[in-house]
């Protein structure tokens, strides 16, 4: 949490690490180190709530030890808010405490900014805003309990750290006497008590509750309070008589059993007069009892006992040992009128089931083994790691239907959260599949993957996952993904992520067919040419490309002609005047070159069409003086241009479309258009037809498909009149079944 002052220097980081490490302070209790190390960092401050923050950590430690806690998660307490007052607290606390804490301080200390600026939010709403909650914006809530379970799902100890917290900041307030934040108690009634709720922690549920309740509601606190104290005294003597009489009716029963009263909260017995619009007599557990027993025969004999004494109530038995709630609760809960007629409710349970209501799942996997063995560092193994494993799971199921009870409330289900068999919680899109379960571990993994295990069954690829379910995979030992996952009507990729990563993998592979198209290309050349010696790189470099790498690809795509290589190699023969080129009038009508295309400044000289581009109108143009040839007119963006202009600058000339002489049929220019598709019969007649619709003639066909024979790459050269009536055409393409891409080349 933040607080007023600045971090000490680096200095006294240093320090406190030697202290915490001294040989003294090692052989203690860890929760003594932890404070020690603490207190010279934390003493003289103060949180945002204006709680000093010794006192809190003090506080925190004392709440976890009340449900059973460990004295390893006790400690972590005091870490968690040292992060503020060290240069690189993650860095510091390994050295003093080792990883484990240093990872929970960092993953606290960011949860902590997700509250903060969560409460900024609620806070400038008002109290009555507050009060009502964050209905006005679900996405934002849902969005903020998200980014908490994954914090929790990194490490669970979070989960008790931060409900501790909560209950500390709360408590401080109340003592105090100082106003809570409306920002702080609504957040405690919204968030921290459901979750307590859903890990089964009743014994921090009800308190937060209470507190928020006071907060937020004062004057409705306040007359629960008088309701419940106006007959405080009549109340518990009541309750202390039929304590009496269940108790010797149980010891004449035979039944070692405790019987005690339960707790009175004023949240819940508010909640119920509201809920069923009940007069407080009415409130069935205003007064209660609480029986604890050996084993499960014993709690429904203790119930035999109890209606034995004491009419029941219809409609007010509940059996939750042979159903039990979602989060693990077990108990038998009845309600009886009493001697004096007014409705007593007892609830009966064994002493573990007890220990698991009050302090919950989250308490009772293990804290205290983890803290020794897990948490140090030392990786557990055999039936201990088994054990971890499931107690692990079963809190995160817990976390699970907390937050589907979140999006349920505000109708967003675009997110689930499945487990790795190490029950490490991963977050994806609904509808993922386990090959995106696969891309979200590695993408290696992802590229290997060929089969999958759900809860232990082996499941098609394209098995839509569920929240809460254990995924395997079964992965090749090398090889890449298949072309079908890319196949929308498959459904086997769902999260954009992994499709963007299997393109990559695909285009990987076509860059490097590409290249190794190019490579063998230049290598002939230069056998033809006697010049197998020559460096690569620097023939690269000389013709303007940054590696022969490089070269090769724009070879391979034909967009760079074998012929600027050779003039590179050959020897440059004796220039021939300007003067003796030959350059014959064109071919084409009077007025304009071949098809139109004119030299500016010179009348009728020789123009050809340049192969490499395929220029056509209305195409920016440039020209290019050959030798015996005429002006090869190219686009302006041409490659080729650009490498024949920085060897010879002075041979570009400026050239322009004039306008073609009327003559029966109009002028036609060669096109090459570029298509990636499907590999299927019938593709190319389809190609054919679609460019028919357009009155489009096509010319020449190369084609050439993938190694994986799914995928094959098209040249198609058509002839068009004007190079704008290509645009329609290639959306008629793109229509065709299987084609993913076409482009002008």
């Known amino acids: 949490m933040k607080t007023s002052e600045a ?24 929760v003594q180190r932890a404070r020690a190390f603490a207190e010279p960092l934390l003493a003289d401050h103060r949180l945002d709530s204006g709680e000093p923050a010794l006192a809190h950590a003090d506080g925190t430690a004392a709440v976890l030890r009340a449900i059973g806690a460990g004295p390893a998660l006790c400690a972590a307490a005091y870490l968690v808010y040292t992060g503020d007052h060290l240069q690189r607290p993650e860095e510091v606390v390994a050295k003093a405490f080792g990883p484990s804490y240093a990872s929970l301080v960092t993953l606290t200390r960011k949860l902590m900014q997700i509250q903060r600026a969560a409460q900024s939010g609620i806070g400038g709403r008002g109290a009555a805003g507050a009060a009502r909650g964050s209905q006005g914006e679900p996405a934002l809530q849902l969005e903020r309990v998200r980014k908490m379970l994954l914090a929790f799902s990194r490490d669970l100890r979070v989960v008790l750290l931060r409900l501790a917290s909560r209950l500390q900041t709360l408590r401080w307030f109340a003592a105090s006497r100082q106003p809570c934040p409306a920002a702080i108690a609504t957040e405690a009634q919204q968030v921290f008590a459901p979750l307590a709720n859903r890990l089964g922690i009743w014994q921090i549920k009800w308190e937060i509750e209470d507190l928020s309740f006071r907060f937020l509601q004062p004057q409705e606190y ?26 010797q009716r149980l010891t004449a029963a035979g039944l070692a059993a405790e019987v005690e009263g339960r707790p009175k909260h004023l949240y819940s017995i508010w909640k119920k007069m509201q809920g069923k619009d009940l007069a407080f007599e009415r409130v069935f557990d205003a007064r209660a009892l609480r029986v604890l027993v050996d084993d499960v025969p014993a709690c429904y004999a203790a119930l035999a006992r109890v209606h034995e004494a004491w009419p029941a109530v219809a409609g007010e038995f509940a059996d939750y040992i042979a159903r039990p709630k979602l989060n693990g609760y077990q108990s038998l809960h009845t309600v009886v009128l009493a001697d004096d007629g007014g409705p007593l409710e007892v609830q009966i349970r064994t002493r573990e089931m007890h220990e698991h209501a009050e302090h919950g799942v989250a308490a009772h996997w293990m804290y205290k083994e983890a803290g020794a063995r897990g948490y140090a560092g030392v990786s557990a193994s055999g039936e201990f790691e088994e054990r971890l494993a499931q107690a692990r799971k079963a809190v995160l199921r817990e976390l699970l239907a907390w937050e589907r009870d979140f999006a349920g409330t505000a109708s967003f289900d675009d997110r689930i959260y499945v487990f790795t068999p190490q029950a490490t919680i991963i977050d994806l899109p609904a509808g993922s599949t386990p090959v995106d379960f696969a891309y979200s571990l590695h993408t290696d993994l ?35 993904p298949s072309l079908d996952w890319l196949n929308p009507e498959l459904r086997t990729l769902v999260s954009p992520r992994a499709r963007a990563k299997v393109r990559a993998w695909f285009n990987a592979e076509q860059q490097a067919q590409t290249v190794a198209r190019g490579r063998e290309a230049v290598e002939k050349l230069l056998q033809r040419e006697g010049r197998t010696a020559l460096e690569r790189d620097a023939l690269a470099e000389q013709l303007g490309f940054r590696n022969a790498a490089a070269l090769y690809e724009v070879v391979g795509k034909d967009e760079f002609s074998l012929r600027n290589i050779e003039i590179l190699l050959r020897p440059a023969g004796p220039e021939a005047d300007d003067e003796a080129i030959h350059l014959h009038r064109s071919r084409a009508e009077p007025g304009g070159g071949r098809g139109g295309v004119l030299v500016v400044g010179v009348d009728s000289l020789l123009t050809t069409l340049a192969r490499c581009c395929r220029p056509a109108p209305p195409d920016a143009i440039s020209g290019y003086v050959t030798r015996g040839r005429g002006v090869a007119v190219h686009r302006s963006d041409c490659s080729n241009l650009r490498h024949l202009a920085q060897a010879a600058p002075g041979r570009v000339i400026e ?59 098209l040249t198609l050269t058509v002839e068009v009149s004007d190079a704008a009536r290509l645009a329609p055409a290639l959306a008629q393409i793109g229509r065709v079944a299987g084609v993913r891409h076409a482009r002008r080349k």
């Open 7 to 30: 971090p000490p220097p680096a200095t006294g980081a240093a320090a406190i690490v030697q202290l915490a490490s001294a040989p003294t302070l090692a052989e203690a209790d860890p």
């Open 446 to 480: 992802g590229h290997r993957c060929r089969g999958a295990r759900v809860d232990g069954r082996v499941v098609p690829l394209s098995t839509p996952l569920q929240s809460g379910q254990t995924v395997e995979i079964i992965a090749a030992k090398e090889g890449g």
């Open 222 to 247: 306040q007359r629960m309070a008088r309701l419940v104290d106006g007959k405080r005294v009549e109340r518990e003597a009541a309750v202390r008589r039929v304590r009496e009489q269940l108790l």
């Open 655 to 713: 050239v322009a479309w004039g306008r073609p002489a009327e003559a029966a049929r109009p002028a036609v220019y060669p096109l090459d258009v570029v298509v990636e598709a499907d590999e299927r019969p019938g593709l190319l007649r389809d190609l054919s037809e679609a460019f028919a619709k357009e009155k489009m003639n096509v010319t020449d066909v190369h084609t050439q498909g993938a190694r994986d024979g799914h995928t094959a790459w």
